[in-house]
């Protein structure tokens, strides 16, 4: 079945560093995929998403690059600041179904 | 600007306890969801519905139900809660028009159960 794995946090990294979060996924159809945060105290939004491979899902400094060859969708940001620290999950969808599959969730802190 | 509103941010329970969650979304989606957050697990979906009156078994239905009267409202019911269901969950909602996973979500509702 599909599935989606991310890397484990929490990442700590200092203001202006550069960011990775690793995801990579199984799927048996051309999924979907998806980042969303969960800042504290909030629900999930999305982030970004791209719906097929080489596409580049882009927003608020953060990019994601569907890799059909490497099954992966890893995000990244070129600066991070104190604001982005929050919960980042990967997800996978499939227009065949309702369902996300979802990846645990990776907790980044930014430290000033 | 569109919502997803919970009734309740944070709700203590006792065990055997019925409880309530209730959700309302404004955007006159189809479909929506309960999730259950948990730390090291993600989001596990508990029901979902993709119409009124309708309503489909997640991955972890056990010990809860939903009804879905109307549209715009969603709700999870614990019919006897018990400690192992503390837990963050979270209502979402989605439109069949968008690409799949598109999901708007709900601030959530904190459940401790004792």
Request: contains cysteine; aromatic residues 12%; proline residues 3%.
């Amino acid at each position: 079945g599909n599935s989606v794995t991310q890397m484990e946090g929490p990442v700590t990294l200092s203001e202006e560093a550069f960011l990775t979060i690793n995801c990579t996924y199984t799927a048996t159809g051309y999924p979907s995929l998806f980042w969303y945060v969960q800042y504290p105290g909030e629900g999930l939004q999305l982030l970004l998403k791209a719906t097929k491979a080489d596409d580049k899902g882009s927003n608020k400094g953060f990019e994601a690059t569907y890799r059909k060859e490497t099954t992966s969708f890893h995000l990244e940001k070129g600066s991070v600041q104190v604001s982005d620290s929050a919960v980042y999950f990967c997800a996978l969808g499939e227009d065949s179904n309702y369902q996300l599959i979802w990846g645990a969730g990776t907790k980044l802190i930014i430290k000033p | 600007d569109v919502k997803v509103t919970q009734s309740s941010r944070y709700l203590v329970k006792r065990t055997g306890e019925k409880v309530f969650l209730e959700c309302v979304q404004d955007m006159d989606h189809e479909n929506m969801f309960w999730y259950r957050q948990d730390p090291g697990l993600g989001l596990r979906l508990i029901y979902f519905s993709y119409d009124v009156k309708m309503k489909e078994k997640g991955d972890i239905p056990e010990g809860y139900s939903v009804s879905r009267e109307k549209k715009e409202r969603f709700s999870l019911i614990l019919e006897s809660a018990s400690t192992n269901q503390t837990s963050m969950y979270l209502c979402a909602s989605s439109d069949p028009g968008l690409l799949t996973g598109e999901l708007f979500f709900g601030e959530g509702s904190r459940l401790t159960v004792l």
